[in-house]
């Protein structure tokens, strides 16, 4: 072929090195305005070609810039080779991108370059935090948010556990990817209404609750420790005809026959749930309010949220009602 080029006046192969340029130096906007004739597919395809070929001539160095650009164009975009696989289950764009049929001939140098199979649970899990580094606490777009929460998804379908020591990132209600350990979810509209919105990080309601749990966010209500504030609660100790009445109604039979009702299929049965209703006894206070309480001991209750109609002191085995 040196020979034949020699004769025809045809200029020697380019070195590696400026296809390796060409390569990386193809941008977004680029891809938008295709300059060529030849179709962007035809262009890259024999760019790979041409670099696999002389892939023993390919420096170190420009190796790994090959591995960490946006190199592979799939989905309208270009993609680092890690973020591109042979077989992708779902729709995760803007992010991951299934590798193009027409790019299956070069399969040898997308491997070396980073193109894998299909995405395992520690690619997913990776890819949560690259993303994270890459928005900088920013909010995710509509379409970003999406494919993180089929991610998410992903792992909990793949049987995913919480780890304490290396938490996932999970979007927030702002759509800010943020730590699991540091979120709850909540479906208790009622406690959100009583719960500042500035002192809780709340999970974006886009997970469901499967996905909450295999990420370790934790539930709000069942971390919340309600306790009757001291200085709001004015208890009436000396019990009066009032409180009789309530506690009557709380202890009867037929609240214990309405509750087995209730929980039918469940295993609860009314003798059982009056003997559990007996235990409390049933105190009337002239104002009754209460904190909610995080683990950590912080107040989280919101302004005007203390007010309560009752409480359950299950410590004390007594039910406050407010008069």
């Given amino acids: 072929h040196d020979v034949m080029r020699g004769r025809l006046r045809v200029l020697r192969p380019p070195p590696p090195q400026a296809v390796v340029a060409n390569l990386l130096g193809v941008t977004p906007d680029t891809l938008a305005r295709w300059p060529l004739k030849e179709g962007v597919s035809a262009a890259f395809g024999r760019m790979y070609a041409f670099v696999w070929e002389r892939w023993g001539d390919v420096g170190a160095e420009d190796r790994q810039r090959l591995r960490r650009a946006a190199v592979v164009p799939a989905g309208g975009e270009l993609a680092r080779p890690s973020r591109v696989f042979f077989r992708l289950q779902g729709a995760y764009s803007p992010f991951m991108f299934e590798l193009p049929r027409c790019f299956g001939a070069h399969e040898a140098l997308l491997r070396e370059l980073g193109v894998r199979e299909a995405p395992s649970p520690a690619d997913l899990t990776l890819f949560l935090v690259e993303v994270g580094v890459e928005c900088g606490g920013q909010p995710l777009n509509p379409n970003e948010l ?108 037929e609240l ?68």
Avoid: K, N, W
């Fill in 146 to 253: 999406s494919a993180v929460v089929r991610v998410l998804e992903s792992l909990a379908a793949a049987g995913h556990r919480p780890d304490p020591e290396r938490p996932l990132l999970i979007p927030d209600t702002a759509g800010a990817l943020v730590p699991s350990h540091g979120c709850f979810r909540c479906e208790d509209a009622a406690l959100l209404r009583r719960v500042d919105a500035r002192l809780v990080r709340l999970a974006s309601p886009l997970l469901a609750r499967e996905v909450c749990e295999a990420g370790g966010v934790r539930d709000l209500a069942t971390a919340l420790e309600e306790r009757v504030d001291g200085g709001g609660a004015e208890v009436l100790f000396v019990r009066g005809e009032e409180e009789d009445r309530m506690a009557e109604r709380l202890h009867c039979a």
């Fill in 256 to 323: 214990a026959d309405a509750i087995e009702a209730l929980c039918a299929g469940q295993g609860v049965r009314a003798a059982d749930a009056r003997a559990f209703l007996s235990r409390y006894a049933v105190r009337i206070a002239r104002r009754l309010e209460t904190r909610l309480v995080l683990p950590s001991g912080e107040d989280v209750t919101s302004p005007g949220g203390s007010r309560v109609a009752f409480f359950v002191d299950r410590g004390g085995g007594g039910v406050l009602l407010s008069q």
